[in-house]
């Protein structure tokens, strides 16, 4: 199980997901394009998570800065070929063919006859995997917010990344599979924020920082990126 936390220091907090691994006997660090993760053994003390990253502080503000950085460089999205890429949680993934989809730690493989239907393959294989994917993200920070939605579903909008109804539907767009873990997150926090407030005042952007106070680097990540999710789309009409 994952939990989401919040290490306290001077200068502010540092969001980071705690994983518990029975396989573990020290306790490790990664920063990737879904923030700081720390990973417990199984019976060690919450305690010790903190203790670590006290001790490791320095270089976690470090590395999460280069990770503030590359959110802010727009991506590039190449045509869609095999031996080309296409971005899967914000990490770029090589694509191949296969007889049935698959992903690995740097392959993403297709199940398509020819070139022509590798984006319709790609697509298949990201509405597969987002609606469980946002599911248990929605369900992780609706918890931490004390907010409940009526519903999740899937969305195919190339012009809102998300909405939340009036009733307490919340729509979410399968493209975002190609974001960061953490863009999700945010785009998970911010229609989960519209619950308590329909509207984009302050006290809604007080609900969203309380939850992912970095929100302002994820939204721009969006906007700087946005185009590209989608124009690998846009060429193959």
């Known amino acids: 199980m994952l939990l989401q936390l919040f290490f306290k220091f001077a200068s502010g907090d540092i969001p980071y997901t705690l994983q518990r691994s029975a396989r573990r006997r020290s306790i490790g660090l990664k920063i990737d394009a879904a923030g700081l993760t720390v990973i417990l053994p199984q019976r060690a003390p919450l305690a010790e998570a903190e203790r670590v990253i006290q001790l490791k502080l320095a270089w976690i503000r470090a590395k999460l800065a ?14 869609l070929t095999w ?19 698959k992903l690995t730690d740097d392959t993403l493989y297709l199940c398509a006859a020819n070139e022509h239907k590798i ?3 790609l697509i298949r294989f990201y509405q597969r995997a987002a609606k469980p994917y946002f599911a248990e993200r929605l369900s992780v920070w609706a918890e931490r917010m004390g907010l409940q939605p009526r519903q999740l579903i899937l969305s195919s909008a190339k012009t ?11 729509r979410l767009s399968w493209r975002l599979m190609q974001a960061p873990a953490s863009v999700i997150d945010y785009v998970v926090i911010h229609e989960l924020a ?44």
């Open 66 to 79: 280069e990770r503030e950085t590359r959110l802010a460089e727009p991506v590039a999205q190449a045509k």
């Open 83 to 101: 031996g080309a890429t296409a971005l899967w949680l914000g990490e770029p993934r090589l694509l191949q063919s296969a007889l049935r989809a």
């Open 119 to 121: 984006a319709p393959a």
């Open 160 to 170: 809102r990344w998300g909405s939340c109804t009036s009733n307490g539907d919340i």
């Open 194 to 237: 519209h619950l308590a407030e329909m509207n984009h005042s302050a006290r809604f952007w007080a609900i969203v920082a309380a939850a992912c106070p970095h929100w302002k680097s994820e939204r721009h990540w969006l906007k700087q990126n946005g185009s590209a999710l989608l124009a690998w789309e846009d060429a193959t009409q």
